[in-house]
């Protein structure tokens, strides 16, 4: 990283304090395969937006649990590289992600533009251009999914619509986001993980390996701080109807509910923060910084996530042995960043993305 860049990470870190949101920047290309082997979820539809298709539903990768865990973090953190490594402070409480848990709630920019009467800010659309670039990428996302192919072709109306290609996904696309990093990190089984269009699917899987009825299942539901969490791990939220326990969406198993989850992807244990990346936060694939609390012989837990209007009443934990909590500091894409970032031509410079990631206190020199 070139000294000016450092110096930006320094003075983010040590004298700014963060808005809830960074500005959302140009995004960085996938690693090459033999740097870090994923398909691109680009490469499972083919087609301009308007004229998109799923070419066919993949091949999900099926590998030992003792690999996915690591796995499932270096997939999302390319992901969050790819739209642009947008951080959003959830540190506030009162702070509303407004992840798209409705469709009207999804918010398709990188941040708040003011309102002059002083309520409730609006959220920009993504330019027509980055909406254009990255529209391939969560097509693929959708396409793990049961009905990803009648939804792909819900939007190419969207798509042909006044807006054209700025158009608003017609769904909330944060599921299908998880589906799709389960697919490409090794749980390839739907006994395993259960791919879906909505949360609630794979958290109800989640609870039944919980009461000992799903024993193939890769996660297993845990109310929120009763259980250590670690990177690869899920955090999950609700609303309409908002739970505050598993023991709550038990008894309603099945049912349809507006839900979210975030992947974990490290735990700041000095700064007492935990570290997640979730789909269709803010219209981007975002990483979500929470305040965390560590009690007298008691696991480092959320505190206060979601606020009182979204509880996180869930934590998927995957049954698989922990990984470094500073997983995502290691994972391939932030380490090719620290390498490479003011060499060639990259998409980010190297103050951009120290910017963002700053910001977060991620920035760390890797060569």
């Known amino acids: 990283m070139r000294t000016s860049a450092w110096l930006l990470a320094i003075a983010l870190i040590g004298f700014c304090t963060p808005p809830s949101t960074y500005a959302q920047q140009a995004g960085v290309e996938r690693l090459a395969p033999d740097v870090f082997d994923v398909v691109p979820p680009s490469a499972l539809v083919r087609g301009a937006p308007g004229r998109m298709t799923i070419i066919q539903a993949p091949a999900c990768r099926t590998l030992p649990t003792e690999e996915t865990r690591r796995r499932i973090v270096d997939v999302a953190v390319q992901e969050w590289g790819f739209f642009g490594f947008q951080v959003v402070d959830q540190t506030n409480s009162s702070t509303d992600d ?79 986001f998880v589906s799709w990093v389960m697919c490409e990190a090794g749980l390839g089984a739907g006994s395993q993980f259960q791919r879906a269009v909505a949360h609630h699917t794979y958290i109800d899987q989640a609870i039944r390996a919980r009461d000992g009825r799903a024993s193939e299942a890769a996660f297993v539901a845990y109310d929120a701080g009763e259980a250590e969490i670690a990177p690869g791990d899920l955090l999950c939220s609700s609303r309409r109807p908002t739970y505050r326990t598993i023991a709550e969406r038990r008894r309603q198993m099945g049912v349809g509910a507006r839900s979210h989850c975030d992947i974990v992807v490290k735990l700041d244990e000095a700064g ?54 500073n997983a995502l500091d290691t994972s391939p894409t932030i380490g090719a960043f620290g390498c490479v970032v003011g060499t060639g031509t990259p998409r980010l410079s190297d103050a951009d993305v120290a910017a963002n990631v700053a910001a977060a206190a991620l920035v760390a020199g890797r060569c």
């Open 98 to 176: 407004n992840d798209g848990i409705a469709s009207g709630d999804a918010g398709q920019g990188g941040g708040f533009s003011p309102d002059p009467a002083g309520g409730r800010q609006r959220r920009p659309r993504l330019s027509a251009q980055e909406s254009a670039r990255v529209a391939a990428s969560i097509a693929g996302y959708w396409a793990v999914t049961p009905e990803g192919s009648w939804i792909v072709e819900r939007q190419n109306d969207s798509w042909k619509g006044p807006r054209g290609v700025a158009a608003r996904w017609n769904a909330p696309w944060s599921a299908a």
């Open 272 to 325: 007492e923060r935990i570290l997640a990346i979730g789909g269709n936060v803010r219209g981007s694939v975002s990483l979500k910084v929470f305040s965390a609390v560590r009690g007298a012989g008691k696991p480092l837990r959320l505190m206060g996530a979601g606020g009182a209007a979204r509880p996180m009443f869930a934590h998927l934990k995957l049954r698989a042995n922990p990984i470094d909590a």
